[in-house]
């Protein structure tokens, strides 16, 4: 995870695919501090391989269903 100006959190959409492998409750965690940053006004950023940014995630209702895609292959 990593941190931007722009971003309260950044996390790569490969940490997601590969907590949901080796780690379900990783997801949790990540989810649940994802969601302490939006309470907060903040945003949530998911980044390519190239550590561009290709969603920023400003709402819990889409968190919830950014989390639920993973959380339940």
């Known amino acids: 995870m990593q941190q931007d100006e722009s971003c309260g959190l950044s996390i790569p ?22 969601r ?4 907060k006004g903040g945003a949530v950023c998911i980044l390519n391989a190239g550590g561009e940014i290709v969603k920023r995630i400003m709402t819990l209702s889409e968190l919830e269903v950014l989390c639920s895609e993973y959380k339940h292959p």
């Open 36 to 39: 302490g940053i939006i309470d």
């Open 13 to 34: 959409m490969e940490e997601f695919a590969s907590a949901k492998k080796l780690a379900p409750a990783a997801i949790g965690a990540l989810c649940d501090t994802a």
